[in-house]
């Protein structure tokens, strides 16, 4: 059963940046028939989806954030990662780590989420 | 502003049967069969109930089906339980520049 866990820190000054990594688990990143990204959710509101990548590279962003985010892969330690710079309140959110079908790019698997706060 | 647009909120009485719809273009809902749905508990993750318009994941109930037509899809829940109260949010791919959608939920109240 694959799993996803999402970790970093909570708590993110205002202007600096947040970095967050997702763990898989009970399946390899390596693999052509999935992408892998991240979804954010501001408290009481809706989903917002930020970045999808494929392990050899190939990426697509929310054009919102694009500037703002970087993402990454390990897949020598099956993780991948999020950064987004210079954060505003707006950026508080949970964020969730998710598997995505090759193709379709739709979310077969999410990670539980992790709280981020930005504090001014 | 989401790029699908849902009802606020649907509410039904035990055991009725209650629709949620999906509004989007020809770019996203209307051009392809790749239309999901995810229902939230206050709290946790999204869990996918339905994905490529109609198919449903092993452990869904077959109360939760899906369906689409033209630019619009939606989830029909039949015999509506208490358990089913939660958010529901519609994604679908899209064409362009983002080609991850997600509407603005519909929030499912048992009356």
């Known amino acids: 059963q694959l799993q996803l866990q999402e970790s970093g820190p909570g708590l993110v000054k205002s202007s600096e940046t947040l970095s967050l990594t997702c763990s898989v688990s009970g399946g390899s990143m390596n693999t052509y028939n999935y992408h892998w990204g991240w979804i954010r959710q501001p408290p009481g509101k809706g989903l917002e989806w930020i970045v999808t990548m494929y392990y050899r590279g190939t990426t697509y962003y929310n054009p919102s954030l694009e500037s703002r985010v970087t993402i990454s892969a390990d897949t020598s330690t099956n993780q991948f990662s999020l950064t987004l710079t210079s954060v505003t309140a707006a950026d508080t959110a949970v964020y969730y780590c998710a598997r995505q079908r090759t193709g379709s790019l739709r979310i077969d698997y999410w990670g539980q989420g992790t709280l981020v706060t930005v504090s001014s | 502003q989401s790029a699908l647009t849902q009802p606020a909120s649907v509410s039904g009485s035990p055991g009725q049967s209650i629709t949620i719809s999906c509004t989007g273009t020809n770019n996203d809902v209307g051009g392809y069969q790749y239309v999901s749905w995810f229902q939230q508990h206050p709290g946790k993750a999204p869990k996918v109930m339905i994905y490529?318009?109609?198919e449903r994941p092993s452990g869904v109930s077959s109360r939760f089906s899906g369906s689409k037509s033209g630019n619009t899809a939606s989830l029909t829940i039949s015999g509506l339980q208490a358990e089913d109260e939660a958010e529901y949010y519609c994604s679908s791919y899209a064409s362009g520049s983002s080609p991850v959608v997600f509407g603005g939920g519909t929030k499912v109240t048992v009356l």
């Open positions: 490529d318009v109609r």
